[in-house]
Nanobody, 129 residues
Framework: QLQLVESGGGLVQPGGSLRLSCTASGFTLDYYAIAWFRQAPGKEREGVSCISSSGSSTAYADSVKGRFSISRDNAKSTVYRQMNSLKPEDTAVYHC??????????????????????WGQGTQVTVSS
């Protein structure tokens, strides 16, 4: 069974940090560019970062640039998302997804859901004092 599993979410105070993980089960992530999306209650799903299959190229939405970083360990079939200086507006369910195209194509076309292949179930991040 092919699965993506996110973990690492939780409750954190404003200004705090969390590291999310996205791990593949049943397949290898080596050949896929990966994106992180988030969806807050009442808001549209937002693509926030992307990493190429090799990890050599990354991209970030303006809303998280300078605070979030994305990395990967293909030997562990895992992509990481380090989130620093968290704000209440970062509260959302965070999903990772494998991409059908390169990061440059996906970002250029605005992180369309049609650019994705497999999704994880998501992990909740709540930023609150």
């Amino acid at each position: 069974q092919l699965q993506l599993v996110e973990s690492g979410g939780g409750l954190v105070q404003p200004g705090g940090s969390l590291r999310l993980s996205c791990t593949a089960s049943g397949f290898t992530l080596d050949y896929y560019a990966i994106a992180w999306f988030r969806q807050a209650p009442g808001k549209e799903r937002e693509g926030v970062s992307c990493i190429s299959s090799s990890g050599s190229s990354t991209a970030y939405a303006d809303s998280v640039k300078g605070r979030f970083s994305i990395s990967r360990d293909n030997a562990k079939s895992t992509v990481y998302r380090q989130m620093n200086s968290l704000k209440p507006e970062d509260t959302a369910v965070y999903h990772c997804a494998t991409l059908r195209f390169s990061c440059s194509v996906v970002v250029t076309h605005g992180y369309r859901v049609s650019s994705t292949a497999s999704w994880g179930q998501g992990t909740q991040v709540t930023v609150s004092s």
